[in-house]
């Protein structure tokens, strides 16, 4: 082989090393600028994605204030004392239950109240000296301007003691009460209600006539806009005792994060399932866990001492914690969470404090066991008026003539000096009361 052709060959495959060596590099270029632009749309989109966080979470605490700040400003526009409304409309819901619509008679704004909360009304009954006290719970949407809304059932005598009275305030609604007429009304109050600045799932439990503050609830979520998803459940015997029940289909078919559960009890002849009800028996533990999909929600109850007890006793088993837990009743049906266990000094000076109704001329000796001052006096035969039996319409108050009080729960209002809600307190030391 020549010179020349062996110089040739050189060149040959010296160039096609150079371009082989040329395409290796131009492709590490490619390759390094392709991960460089991978990691610049990961690192923008984490960006973007961060960005979109805070600002939803700029735009939550935003609302929240202004929740907040309209809440303080609808505070401030409330009322003390007594303020006089005109029933402008009275509408038969089923058996012995009406909604009554309530507006101001001085024509000026209403305050936004908060779902939940009740009125407290001060009613002149004919025949008493003294004026009575009867607290309900709003039942309709904060959003509503012009008027108040309250749904009340006549309380009958107890089946197995028919001698009794039928209840007094829910038999002058009933059977008395009508559109025109003025009623004398406190602002609404109460600790019991939503929150609505937050967002997280609830479950709504009703039972009978409870179904008053949780229908409140869910008017507002739903006349708010807000999508927070709620489960509620509804309890009764049938047809004939079901409570708003066209409003009650009409804000579950219009809202899809409302889900509506009823119970019937008793279905009727004429009670269709899965047209008028959803489950045929009680609203319990049971059926929460066959509809609910987890137990992390908060719940919201209202109904009688049973349903309340049955189902806070039920939510506890299941691992639901306290904390998630809230209820309202009034009266006798009202549910006390677990009270912090008093310490052996505690109760060993509670068993020496003396009580004395001075108007009765009876003193006795306090029981630790009891649950308030108010049920411990009519325990042992004093006779003391009461309404909420929730530190709320005051009806309850003694004025203290010596000694002090420990309150259990902070009043809904504030006792006058000199004097104690009795349903919500009990004896500090020695205690003298007027009654």
């Known amino acids: ?20 060596l040329g395409l290796t590099l131009l492709a590490g270029l490619f390759m390094w600028l392709a991960l460089e632009i991978f990691r610049s749309g990961r690192r923008v989109l984490a960006e973007n994605q961060q960005q979109r966080i ?4 700029l735009r939550a605490q935003l609302a929240e204030t202004k929740l907040r700040c309209r809440e303080a400003e609808q505070a401030q526009t409330g009322w003390n004392g007594i303020r006089k409304f005109a029933v402008v409309k009275k509408v038969f819901q089923c058996d012995d239950v009406n909604a009554f619509y309530l507006k101001p008679h001085d024509g ?15 009613l002149d009954l004919p025949g008493r000296d003294k004026s009575l006290i009867r607290c309900y719970s709003l039942s309709d949407s904060p959003h509503q301007k012009d008027y108040y809304r309250v749904t009340i059932k006549k309380e009958k005598s107890p089946a197995d003691k ?5 209840g007094a305030g829910s038999s002058f609604f009933t059977d008395v009460v009508k559109e025109g007429d003025i009623l004398n009304v406190k602002a609404p ?4 209600f939503l929150d609505m600045a937050k967002l997280n799932p609830i479950v709504l439990l009703a039972g009978g006539v409870g179904i008053t503050p ?11 806009g807000s999508k927070r998803e709620a489960y509620f459940f509804f309890g009764v015997r049938n047809r004939r005792e079901h409570i708003h029940k066209e409003e ?14 009823i119970a019937y009890s008793k279905p009727g002849e004429k009670d269709v399932k899965e047209k008028d009800f959803h489950h045929e028996g009680r609203v319990d533990i049971e059926l929460l866990k066959a509809v609910l999909p987890s137990n992390n929600f908060e719940y919201y109850l209202c109904g009688s ?19 998630d837990v809230y209820f309202e009743a009034f009266g006798p049906a009202t549910v006390k969470k677990k009270a912090t266990v008093p310490t052996q000094a505690e109760t060993t000076h509670l068993q020496k404090v003396m009580v004395t109704f001075a108007r009765s001329n009876k003193t006795v000796r306090w029981e630790p066991i009891a649950e308030n001052l108010l049920e411990f006096a009519k325990s042992q035969g004093v006779k003391i008026d009461s309404g909420c039996c929730a530190g709320g319409c005051g009806s309850c108050s003694v004025a203290i003539k010596s000694g002090a009080v420990t309150y259990l729960k902070k009043p809904d209002a504030t006792p006058e000096a000199g004097s104690c809600f009795t349903c919500v307190c009990r004896p500090k030391n020695d205690l003298i009361l007027d009654a």
């Open 1 to 20: 082989m020549n010179a020349t052709l062996i110089d040739s060959l050189r060149v040959t495959s010296g160039g096609s090393l150079s371009f082989a």
């Open 54 to 57: 805070a600002l939803e979470k």
């Open 108 to 122: 000026r704004p209403l305050p936004q109240f908060k779902p939940g909360q009740y009125l407290t009304f001060q």
């Open 162 to 166: 028919p001698e009794l009275p039928t």
């Open 189 to 192: 109050t109460g600790h019991f």
């Open 214 to 224: 949780m229908l409140s609830m869910a008017n507002a979520i739903a006349a708010g």
């Open 248 to 261: 009650l289909e009409k804000l579950a078919a219009e809202h899809d994060n409302i889900h509506l559960h």
């Open 305 to 323: 001492g049973a349903f309340m007890k049955s189902l806070t006793d039920g939510l506890e088993a299941w691992g639901v914690p306290d904390k």
